[in-house]
Each structure stands twice: as structure tokens, then as C-alpha cells.
């Protein structure tokens, strides 16, 4: 007589999305995010108040940097689509912390430039590479869940670095070079992560007879070219952040307060990211990416209007609301709009395209910064504001005629 089999009662399931690419990416981005968060709010107070550049110049080398990620951010995201990706996210994540250490070596502000175009080569060879990893074998419907996950380690980071920065800041009697060092040790290890990473195609693509063939452009489907020239538009007035971080040192924050300003900014984008992409996976993604823009819309009228340097850490938190409801949940939308063969090169031209009219923003913006930059913000704001409410009707009419 047989005895019956005991069966021993497993723990809780993991989620089919939460794949070990996708635990390992966070990882990796928490700790290069904590590295460039940690030197990104007080760059351009470094820039122009130790080494003398001008407003324009800070809003010119962030536009510059975002444009040489851009072009970067195509090829790596054809590259992604043909051959091995874990050496692209590699490679991508070294430059940035050769960047880190150009910072830290700067004297004058030409080097500061070669080090942001450097760090941004390198967030644009990862970028599509990393988010086709992101999505392997997740289905459409949870893939908001994984870049809002991803957001959301990469932005507890961006939490992190500023307030150990400011940490430092503080217990270095206010000394400014030696945070950009200590910046470069996060940097490092999250270079020596990306080993951890899995490729399933690892080895397949070594030869041209098993290699994919390369995805024209003019194979994407045609809802992918729409949508991205929706968001195209909107990064024509979506300047770099550092532009507002300069306006929040105008209206009277020391540095500290900057740091401080800017860590609860990212607190409030690291804690929306996950419930916002998870959101999108049973919302229309427009009505998300919609609700963002008006954040957007809140933060820079925001610091456009207001002339009491408390209000930043009133403004800046609800702008938080923005990144969270369009960073992750934008390349979740791309994500399915095109095959799993195209995202690299789908997400490398989005990322790109996108970029490039953060460059283009970055440099008008600068140019017409003036003493304050109320008139930039104004006008960006009210633009947003008007997309924030025009989207969601374009896409049920989309719908719609389905």
C-alpha cells in the first residue's frame, strides 16, 4: 500500500513580469542613479558660481550632452535589435562613470562639457539595449508594471545621491570637488552588476547566418509613428532640469536647499513611478501620460510665477507627479506598439528623437533664460497644459475610428 504523497506548501509566487533581468536592472540603474543624482542638482551651481559660466552655458551643455545621447540612442537601438546586448548595456554604463570622473578632475567648464557628452553617450548606448531587456517574455498588459518598477529604483537612487551629497555637503565644510569623487564609487559598481544580466540571445547573434536581420524604419507600424510625434512635440519645451534647479538657487535656496528641493522632487517620482506604470497596464496609457503632462504643466508655472524661494519644495514635489506618469510609462506605450524583434530599434528611435528636442529645448530655453527664466517656464507650461488636454481626445478618437 502506497503511502499518500505529502505535498509541502510553496511560499508566494513571484509575478511572471518580475523576471531576474528585470531585479537585476534595478539594481544596476539604483546605483548609477544615486551616482549622477548625487552631482546633477549642484552642477550648475559648480558651473557658474565656482567656475564662472554663464545661465546660457549651463542650459547649452545639458542640451548638447541630450543631443549626443540621442544620436547615440539610434544606433545602440539598432545595434540591440542584431547583436548581443548585455556588451551595449555594459559598455554604456562604463562611459557614464568615466563621465563622473571628468567631472571631478574639471578646472574649467569646457571639461565639465566633455564630461556630461561623455556620461550621455553612455546612458544613450544602454538605454534601448537595457529596455528590450526589460520587456523579454513580459506580455503586453504588465509591461507598465516593469518600467515603473524600473523608474522606481532608478529614481530611489536619484533620493539617495542628493541626500548624501548633501550629507557630505555639510561635513566637508561646503567643499564641492570632493562629492564628485565619492560620486564616481556608485558609478563603478553598478558597472560591475551588469555582469548578473542574462541575455537569452547571448551567442545566437555571433554569425551572420543566425544574426537578426536589421529593422528598416520604414517597417515600424504606423500607430508607432504617430504617438511618437506626439511625444516629440511635447520635448520641444521639456528643458533639462537643471535649467529649474538654476531658477530654485535664483529665488533665494542655498545649495543645501537646492539638494534638499531636489531630493524631494525625486522622492515623490520614485514613489509614483510604480503605481503609475501599473496604472497604465489598466488605463489608456494616453489618459496617464495626459495626467502627467499637467503635472508638468503645475511645476513649471509653478517656478515661473512664484517669488518666495519656500514654494520650491511646494512646486517641485507635484512636478515629481510628471517624470512618474510619463518617464516609464512612455516607453511601456512604445513598447506595445511594435513586435519584440523591433524594440531596440523602436526604443532607440524614441529615446533619440525625444532627446533630440530636449537638446533643442535645453538651448532656446538657455538663450532666452534672462535674469530669471519666468518667460521660458511660462511658456512651456502653458503648452503642456494645452497637450495635457488635447491627448486624451485625440487618442478616443483614435479609438474610436478603430
Request: net charge positive.
Amino acid at each position: 500500500m502506497t503511502e499518500p504523497s505529502m505535498e509541502v506548501p510553496s511560499g508566494p509566487k513571484r509575478p511572471a513580469w518580475l523576471t531576474r533581468n528585470v531585479k537585476v536592472l534595478c539594481g544596476v540603474s539604483f546605483l548609477q542613479d544615486a551616482a549622477s543624482e548625487l552631482l546633477y542638482p549642484i552642477l550648475p551651481i559648480f558651473l557658474t558660481v565656482v567656475l564662472g559660466a554663464p545661465p546660457a552655458v549651463v542650459g547649452a551643455i545639458e542640451g548638447l550632452a541630450e543631443g549626443a545621447a540621442s544620436i547615440t540612442k539610434v544606433a545602440a537601438g539598432r545595434l540591440a535589435d542584431r547583436f548581443d546586448r548585455r556588451p551595449l548595456i555594459g559598455v554604456g554604463y562604463g562611459l557614464a562613470a568615466v563621465g563622473k570622473l571628468l567631472i571631478a578632475l574639471a578646472t574649467v567648464w569646457p571639461l565639465v562639457l566633455l564630461a556630461r557628452v561623455t556620461d550621455r553617450l553612455g546612458k544613450g548606448m544602454r538605454g534601448a539595449p537595457r529596455d528590450a531587456l526589460l520587456v523579454e517574455g513580459v506580455p503586453k498588459g504588465q509591461r507598465g508594471r516593469v518600467f515603473g518598477l524600473h523608474r522606481a529604483a532608478d529614481t530611489a537612487g536619484a533620493v539617495v545621491g542628493p541626500l548624501v551629497g548633501l550629507v557630505l555637503y555639510e561635513a566637508l565644510d561646503h567643499r564641492l570637488r570632493p562629492l564628485f569623487w565619492v560620486a564616481v564609487i556608485p558609478a563603478v559598481a553598478s558597472v560591475a552588476l551588469v555582469a548578473a544580466v542574462r541575455d537569452p540571445r547571448a551567442g545566437r547573434t555571433s554569425s551572420s547566418s543566425t544574426r537578426p536581420a536589421r529593422t528598416p524604419w520604414r517597417s515600424l507600424p504606423r500607430p508607432y509613428w504617430r504617438v511618437l510625434g506626439v511625444l516629440l512635440a511635447f520635448n520641444l519645451v521639456n528643458f533639462p532640469d537643471a535649467l529649474l534647479l538654476l531658477r530654485a538657487h535664483d529665488l533665494g535656496l542655498s545649495t543645501a536647499g537646492v539638494v534638499g528641493a531636489y531630493a524631494v522632487y525625486n522622492l515623490v517620482y520614485a514613489a509614483l513611478s510604480y503605481p503609475a506604470g501599473a496604472l497604465s497596464d489598466r488605463l489608456p496609457r494616453p489618459l496617464v501620460f495626459a495626467a502627467g503632462l499637467a503635472f508638468f504643466a503645475i511645476g513649471y508655472l509653478g517656478l515661473g510665477l512664484i517669488h518666495t524661494s519656500w514654494l520650491v519644495f511646494v512646486v517641485l514635489p507635484l512636478y515629481g507627479g510628471f517624470a512618474a506618469c510619463t518617464d516609464g510609462v512612455g516607453k511601456a506605450w512604445i513598447s506595445t506598439l511594435v513586435p519584440d524583434r523591433q524594440q531596440g530599434t523602436a526604443q532607440g528611435l524614441f529615446q533619440g528623437a525625444t532627446g533630440a528636442a530636449v537638446l533643442l529645448a535645453g538651448v532656446w530655453a538657455g538663450l532666452t533664460w534672462g535674469a530669471d527664466g519666468h518667460l521660458p517656464l511660462l511658456v512651456s507650461g502653458g503648452i503642456a497644459l494645452a497637450l495635457a488636454g488635447v491627448l486624451p481626445v485625440i487618442a478616443r478618437a483614435r479609438t474610436a475610428a478603430r
